[in-house]
T-cell receptor, first 113, second 116 residues
Framework: AQSVTQLGSHVSVSEGALVLLRCNYSSSVPPYLFWYVQYPNQGLQLLLK??????LVKGINGFEAEFKKSETSFHLTKPSAHMSDAAEYFC???????????FGAGTRLAVHP | GAVVSQHPSWVICKSGTSVKIECRSLDFQATTMFWYRQFPKQSLMLMAT?????????EQGVEKDKFLINHASLTLSTLTVTSAHPEDSSFYICSAPFGAGDYEQYFGPGTRLTVT
């Protein structure tokens, strides 16, 4: 069965610092992996996705993630944090023929001046 | 890009009443939609898969008689919470797959349900 583990429920960084949000997955088949961002009281917005093409995936707002099969990881990074990046971030894996998504527990990113 | 809407964005109802939440794909057709539930400061939990023209598929532990799903057209799925209780208070989010291979999900803005 597929699953996702996000390490660190809260991450705090200074504005301008590197952002690193960790995600490890478990899947019996080659996975499709996603990172979503959620602002308070809103739905989810897709940041980026991995679908077995390039292992380094670039997304919106300067985020990128690298698929590492040997480490079963798909960590999300951004070189320089901005105050507007403060939000909840979810890693997800796609399962099943209807592409259901299984989400990790989420990581709340705080950015301070 | 694909847009998914939900209505209402928030609703307050009394215990014992039923509430209907709509999920619409505005600029594309969706034979499948998904319903999620999110408790405060928690992740999204998949409740069910809504299938156009057929019965919904519910995840283990979700009461199908309590959470009625109807997918009557290619652009509309509805979730009805029947005989709502305070423990049903939550944020309900729908999504629909779109794009080549249908592996990308587009999410609605969510509906905040409060049962008093």
């Amino acid at each position: 069965a597929q699953s996702v583990t996000q390490l660190g429920s809260h991450v705090s960084v200074s504005e301008g610092a590197l952002v690193l949000l960790r995600c490890n997955y478990s899947s019996s088949v080659p996975p499709y992996l996603f990172w979503y961002v959620q602002y308070p009281n809103q739905g989810l917005q897709l940041l980026l996705k991995y679908t077995s093409a390039a292992t380094l995936v670039k997304g919106i707002n300067g985020f990128e993630a690298e698929f590492k099969k040997s480490e079963t990881s798909f960590h999300l990074t951004k070189p320089s944090a901005h105050m507007s990046d403060a939000a909840e971030y979810f890693c997800a894996v796609s399962v099943g023929g209807y592409n259901k998504l299984i989400f990790g527990a989420g990581t709340r990113l705080a950015v301070h001046p | 890009g694909a847009v998914v809407s939900q209505h209402p964005s928030w609703v307050i109802c009394k215990s014992g009443t039923s509430v209907k939440i709509e999920c619409r794909s505005l600029d594309f057709q969706a034979t499948t939609m998904f319903w999620y539930r999110q408790f405060p400061k928690q992740s999204l939990m998949l409740m069910a898969t809504s299938n156009e023209g057929s019965k919904a598929t519910y995840e283990q532990g979700v009461e199908k008689d309590k959470f009625l799903i109807n997918h009557a057209s290619l652009t509309l799925s509805t979730l009805t919470v029947t005989s709502a209780h305070p423990e049903d208070s939550s944020f309900y989010i729908c999504s629909a797959p779109f794009g080549a291979g249908d592996y990308e999900q587009y999410f609605g803005p969510g509906t905040r349900l409060t049962v008093t």
